[in-house]
């Protein structure tokens, strides 16, 4: 496994994403994938799934200090007191004293910004995650975040795969010592067929899934891909032993096009 510095953070490279996940194939894909070298959980509070993150943790044996847990706080929840209150009970649906990573899950332009930082730093004084970082900034909001926030921001999660050109967002983390975390990496299964991929990876003895994926982590970038099947577990995990060069990571970019985002709400902020 690698992992991605910043700003402090030590992440490992691929995580295991949870959302739409619940119930007891939550905890049984989590128990799962820890069990095959996974080292790296992401929930989130609205994900609904944060009890079953931490029934399958437990029952995988492997120790808690051993992965890399995040969760995020919902954008509802982002008056000072409120997000305070909102980690504190993510900790005991997860049953943990303290998670890795905790996260703004959208920006909210209702509540001022350094307010609702200074409560996330408030909760990483107060020992409730060991560090913080937002998902889906923009460009312009990492900015005003970075120089807003009293405690260094380790990350930006927003939606990144080959068909999603996200240069501009990877730039501003790279500037701030952020890492990008990749939610949706492989554009939710539909790069599983897609015939650069397919090629590319047949030159490997490896599946366009997988490519996409290398392609992620040769660019510093966490990936968190979700699976409820084990051998889709496997084969996500299984990308340290090749190497796409310089023509393969270019042809893999170009794949970018207008239409690539998949996901967007009408409360999400006016994209790069
Ligand atoms: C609404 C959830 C988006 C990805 O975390």
Not at 61 to 69: E, I, N
């Amino acid at each position: 496994m690698l992992y991605v510095e910043a700003n402090g953070a030590r992440i490992p490279s691929i995580g295991l994403g949870t959302w739409e996940l619940r119930g007891r194939v939550c905890a049984r894909v989590v128990e799962q994938a820890l069990r095959l070298g996974y080292r790296h959980i992401d929930t989130a509070q609205v994900y609904e799934n944060e009890r079953e993150v931490g029934e399958g943790l437990r029952s995988s044996h492997v120790k808690r200090d051993d992965v890399f847990v995040t969760t995020k706080v919902w954008t509802t929840h982002f008056a000072p007191n409120d997000l305070l209150r909102s980690a504190k009970e993510s900790l005991v649906r997860l049953r943990m004293s303290d998670v890795d990573l905790l996260l703004l899950h959208w920006p909210n332009a209702h509540v001022p910004l350094a307010e609702t930082l200074g409560a996330l730093a408030h909760a990483k004084e107060l020992g409730l995650a060991r560090h913080i970082g937002v998902s889906n900034f923009t460009v312009g909001l990492i900015e005003e975040a970075v120089a807003l926030c009293p405690q260094p921001l380790v990350c930006d999660q927003v939606e990144y795969h080959p068909y999603l050109d996200q240069t501009k967002v990877r730039d501003a983390c790279a500037q701030a010592g952020m890492a990008l975390v990749a939610y949706s990496p492989i554009a939710k299964g539909h790069i599983k067929s897609d015939a650069v991929l397919t090629r590319i990876g047949a030159a490997h003895r490896k599946s366009a899934a997988q490519v996409c994926l290398r392609w992620l982590v040769q660019q510093d970038v966490v990936a968190i891909p979700r699976s409820s099947k084990i051998e889709r577990l496997s084969e996500n995990i299984e990308i340290f032993d090749f190497t796409l060069d310089d023509a393969e990571m270019a042809e893999i970019s170009a794949l970018a096009n207008d239409g690539g985002r998949l996901t967007d709400f009408g409360f999400a902020p006016k994209w790069d």
